[in-house]
């Protein structure tokens, strides 16, 4: 405490290799008390739970002062450039940690209780306090490209192999540092819509960021297990209902903070905000939906992966209400995805692959009646209709009205040439008619 008072009266380390060690040190301080917190009390023989209680709680407080202490300096730009990187994974780390469950046990009664509800506290400020501090670097003029290189350098890679050769412990600290790079990218992207908006300094990294988090999020399911089709000039992988593949229960964690993501993303710009993304991020943000949406159908085996499947069904019905209220009820008079060739890549996207999914999801989880009932998939599709027939105040010319009226057509009313259940795909050109 009386090193956070010192920062917060005005001193800064010395741009040295002494004032690096100092920031490190407070960092290290911030981790050992956490680490300190959630170690199992069995752990500490010679000791009654009072006692642990005690030093669980000085374990907290020494963490959150040591983080307010390095909040202080990076408002000021006085952390060196040299611990930028390492203090962002550590933050990430740290983020992602303060969700884990304490093994401690919790009281009830007198004194301990009261010990408990401390530490509890502690422990949420400690959570918010790394979140404001991310925050703080992501947005600093001086230290936001740094800091977003840190986290990207921990999200864009292959987790397959990795988790493969890593020991059990090792695969979790990944897995905690890719999920607290992930949400505090995405809140500093996005916000928390509709109260907290984005960094605009951010801006130009959303595409970019979008495809990676998309590729991440696709490469769950390896490879040899999908086929790949062209969906109106863009690739798309299905995979079939009976494939055998085991993945790390930590990668479904990392593709969850995916999806959470990108229900920042589309709240923020489709819900709530005015939908100023580009022809670009437009497809972006498809190409992510295309990556997600075999959770539609897929449900995995563990309690994550199923929070997995309810948030990607959440997304989709989110874009389905952003077509039948903002895309066709649009009273300037025309659409308001501006661009033909990412608004037809949406339109044909949710035709072509999220409703043939929806009916399969519909026909898995009640096999005894006909697909054509189910709510969702015919709810998109007057969606999807709805939003393709929005025009602009001028009329069309020399027979566009007939090319339109025959493209949509041709969509709405297409006869798959397979038979999905004998072929148990998921995904393919194919849609509920």
Request: proline share 4%; net charge negative; glycine share 4%.
């Amino acid at each position: 405490r009386d090193c956070s008072d010192l920062v917060s009266a005005g001193w800064c380390p010395p741009p040295t290799i002494v004032g690096e060690s100092i920031v490190m040190s407070l960092l290290n301080i911030a981790e050992r008390g956490l680490v300190y917190l959630l170690e199992d009390s069995s752990d500490k023989q010679g000791m009654d739970e009072e006692q642990v209680r005690k030093e669980r709680l000085v374990a907290c407080s020494c963490s959150s002062e040591s983080l307010v202490a390095l909040k202080v300096l990076a408002a000021r730009d006085d952390l060196p450039e040299q611990v930028i990187t390492a203090v962002s994974i550590s933050l990430c780390r740290l983020l992602s940690a303060t969700e884990t469950k304490s093994p401690s046990s919790v009281s009830e009664n007198g004194e301990e209780a009261l010990f408990d509800k401390e530490i509890q506290t502690q422990r949420g400020y400690i959570a918010s306090t790394s979140a404001e501090l991310l925050w703080v670097l992501l947005s600093s003029d001086a230290t936001a490209c740094q800091a977003a290189d840190a986290l990207l350098d921990v999200i864009d890679l292959d987790f397959h192999s990795i988790f493969a050769n890593l020991e059990r412990r090792q695969v979790e600290e990944c897995v905690k540092i890719a999920s607290g790079a992930i949400r505090a990218l995405s809140a500093s992207f996005w916000g928390d819509p509709p109260q907290v908006l984005g960094v605009p300094l951010l801006r130009f990294l959303w595409e970019p960021v979008m495809d990676i988090l998309s590729n991440v999020a696709m490469s769950y399911f390896p490879s040899r297990t999908t086929l790949t089709f062209d969906l109106g000039g863009h690739e798309t992988a299905a995979l079939p209902l009976d494939c055998q593949f085991e993945s790390e229960e930590g990668f479904a964690a990392i593709v969850l903070e995916i999806a959470l993501a990108y229900h920042r993303l589309i709240d923020s710009e489709l819900i709530f905000g005015t939908m100023e993304l580009c022809a670009t991020e437009i497809e972006a943000l498809v190409r992510a939906m295309n990556a997600l949406s075999p959770w539609i159908v897929y449900r995995g085996n563990s309690a994550i992966a199923q929070d997995l499947h309810s948030e990607v069904i959440s997304l989709f019905n989110k874009i389905t209400s952003f077509m039948m209220s903002k895309c066709s009820q649009n009273e300037a008079g025309f659409h308001i995805i501006v661009d033909d060739d990412a608004r037809r890549y949406l339109h044909t996207f949710m035709l072509r692959k999220a409703v043939p999914l929806f009916v399969m999801k519909g026909s898995l989880a009640k096999p005894s009646q006909s697909p054509s009932i189910h709510d969702d998939a015919p709810i998109i599709s007057l969606a999807v209709i709805k939003s393709w027939t929005v025009v602009g105040y001028l009329p069309y010319k020399d027979g566009s009205w007939k090319q339109k009226a025959e493209e949509l057509l041709a969509e709405a009313f297409f006869i798959p040439t397979t038979d999905s259940t004998r072929t148990r795909f998921v995904g393919g050109y194919l849609h509920h008619p």
